[in-house]
């Protein structure tokens, strides 16, 4: 886009103090068509889990792993807020989600001990946490 490298996963480069910087110029993929896991209308999360509020983007179940769903969340930022991991990883326990998140460069994931695994192989090889 524009000469610069957009990755999923990876901040816009066109993303200046939290505000697109060509917003009427943005692209219809994956901008005019990205939807954050917020602002969906059966969203589960609540009103305070606003990105600019709770310092991440969900995107709810973004690919499955063994059948479970697994929502991928990316900071806005450095990384989430504690209190948002804190709700979002009880969220995915008592909803039998598994959970990718990204903090700084670092990836994680939360869920079963091989779904960890999996993921931290995926990372090892230079895969994408959800593997495309």
């Given amino acids: 886009m524009r000469g610069h490298k957009v990755r999923k996963g990876q901040p ?3 993303s200046v103090a939290h505000r697109c910087t060509i917003y009427p110029e943005r692209p219809q993929h994956p901008c005019r068509e990205f939807v954050c896991g917020w602002l ?3 969203s589960p999360l609540p009103d305070w889990m606003r990105p600019d509020q709770s310092s991440m983007i969900m ?3 973004n ?3 063994r059948g479970l769903p697994v929502d991928v969340v990316v900071p806005v930022g450095e990384q989430p807020k504690k209190k ?3 709700w979002l990883m009880r969220f995915c326990t008592e909803k039998r ?3 990718v998140y990204q903090s700084g460069d670092e990836w994680f994931a939360f869920g079963p ?3 960890q695994t999996d993921i931290a192989g995926r ?3 230079g895969e994408t946490p959800w593997g495309d």
């Fill in 12 to 14: 816009c480069p066109f």
């Fill in 40 to 42: 969906v209308a059966s």
């Fill in 59 to 61: 995107l709810a179940a």
């Fill in 63 to 65: 690919f499955f792993w």
């Fill in 84 to 86: 948002a991991m804190d």
């Fill in 97 to 99: 989600r598994l959970l």
């Fill in 113 to 115: 001990p091989a779904f």
């Fill in 123 to 125: 990372l090892g090889r």
